[in-house]
Each structure stands twice: as structure tokens, then as C-alpha cells.
């Protein structure tokens, strides 16, 4: 059976952060381990799924793209969340790196997504930010990396070449905060792997955008038995009632 289906930017988040609950290394370590949950406007739904509330979408995020490259206008009203055992703990600035081993899990989003499942992430701060504070440790240390991203965010070309002609040094012009990209890797969830996971149908990125409502949007090919189409179906429509938070960048 097939089904086609379009999902707006912030339903996209949602189904993705309800993939994210449920991958392996996510439910491994939220029983066995740590999962950090590091600042960004789709972890910011995971962090809902992972709680079992609704957080402060406005304020868990650091940098944003509205018109421009920007900073989240609240960045200093929230931190990333530390999970252990599934619970949340208050811990110090350096306390998770010092602890983080083979059975956690360091969520982080990403900015763009390439043709061969790289992804790219701007970096304004001079020391990297959250992924100079992350990414490098977990990655000595081999712990997972789970990366949410929406296929809204691919492009055409490799994130390890746009990596080397970027950095906020080079660029003279910018709209924005000139910035840098890193290429991360791990295991990137998008709303494929989320269907798949969630309800075991192949999905196909078939579009991007749209007007009104739908800028930003992104159409599916649903395609499986029809059980589990109609499934996964019925559940991206209930996502047209999820309400789009307001997240500002700095004036």
C-alpha cells in the first residue's frame, strides 16, 4: 500500500523525537546509562518524549536561523538535560564528559543533512560550542551519538568539502553571524528512520516546502502492508495539530 503525506516543520520534530524514544541506544541507556540531550529546537521535543512533559521550547535552543544566522534571544535561560538511569539529574559543567562511556548516548540536531548521510552543523562560537563541548569527547570516549534532523535540512553538496571552505574567518559577508561547519556523524534519525522505526513502512522524501502553511514542509511516500501504512498514516495527521513554538533570535 501507499500513501503520501506532508508534515510541517514542527510535526516533523515530533515524529522525529518519537523515533528518537524509541531507538535501541536511546532505550538502552535511558535503563542502563546517560543521555545527554544537548540544546536544539528538534531536541527540544525530544527532550518532551524522553521526560514524559513539555519543556520550554522557546529557550532550549542556542543557535537559530530565522532571517539570518542568529542566536537564540533566551540561549541563557536553559542547559542541555542529563538523563541517567532515565531520570533527570542536576550535575556540574564538566560532570557528564568525566562520566560518559560506551552505554550513553549524546543526542545532537544538526543544520544540514548531505547524499551521504553526513551532517553539517554551523558553529558561531570560536570554541566550537556544544559541539566543541560534546561531539569530540563522546566520539574518544565511543559513545553513541544520535543526530535528529528533519530531510527538510538536505543539500546537494558534501558537508566535509563545505567544511573546509567555511569558518567565520573566511567569510566576508554574512547574513548573520559568520560561522563555521563541523561535520558531524552518527547515527542520523530523520522522519525515515522514525516511520521505520515506529511503524516499520519505508518512507521517501518526495518534496520540500510549500506556501502559506506549508513553507517548510516535507512530503513522504508512505510505502508497506496496509496496516501498518494506514498506521503511520493516521499518525502524521494527528500531527497537524501540533502547535509551532515560538523561538526568537537576537535582534
Not at 536553559?78 to 538523563?83: C, G, N, Q
Not at 556540574?92 to 560506551?102: D, F, K, V
Not at 553526513?118 to 553513541?144: E, I, W
Not at 535540512?153 to 548573520?176: N, P, V
Request: aromatic residues 4%; charged residues 20%; without cysteine.
Amino acid at each position: 500500500m501507499k500513501a503520501s503525506a506532508v508534515l510541517l516543520p514542527h510535526a516533523s520534530k515530533r515524529l522525529i523525537a518519537r523515533g528518537v524514544s524509541v531507538h535501541p541506544l536511546v532505550r538502552s541507556a535511558m535503563t542502563e546509562g546517560t543521555v545527554v540531550i544537548t540544546l536544539g529546537t528538534t531536541n527540544a521535543y525530544v527532550a518532551d518524549e524522553l521526560l514524559g512533559r513539555t519543556i520550554d521550547h522557546g529557550a532550549f535552543a542556542a543557535g537559530v536561523i530565522d532571517d539570518r544566522w542568529n542566536i537564540n534571544a533566551r540561549i541563557a535561560e536553559a542547559k542541555e538535560i542529563v538523563l541517567r538511569y532515565g531520570e533527570a539529574i542536576e550535575i556540574g559543567p564538566e560532570e557528564p564528559l568525566a562520566s560518559l562511556g560506551p552505554h550513553d548516548v549524546v543526542i545532537k540536531g544538526g543544520n544540514a543533512l548531505d547524499p551521504y548521510g553526513a551532517v553539517g552543523v554551523l558553529m558561531a562560537s570560536s570554541s566550537g560550542g556544544t559541539v566543541g563541548r560534546y561531539v569530540a569527547p563522546a566520539l574518544a570516549r565511543g559513545v553513541s551519538i544520535v543526530i535528529p534532523i528533519s530531510v527538510g535540512k538536505s543539500i546537494h553538496t558534501s558537508i566535509a568539502e563545505l567544511s573546509l571552505r567555511m569558518g567565520s574567518k573566511r567569510i566576508d559577508l554574512s547574513s548573520g553571524i559568520p560561522s563555521g561547519l563541523y561535520p558531524l556523524t552518527g547515527h542520523v534519525l530523520s522522519e525515515i528512520e522514525a516511520l521505520d522505526l515506529l511503524f516499520g513502512v519505508q518512507a521517501i522524501h518526495v518534496a520540500s516546502g510549500g506556501v502559506g502553511p506549508g513553507a517548510g514542509s516535507v512530503s513522504l511516500l508512505l510505502e508497506g502492508e496496509e496496516d501498518a501504512v494506514r498506521q503511520a498514516f493516521a499518525y502524521v495527521e494527528s500531527l497537524a495539530g501540533e502547535e509551532e513554538p515560538v523561538v526568537e533570535g537576537r535582534k
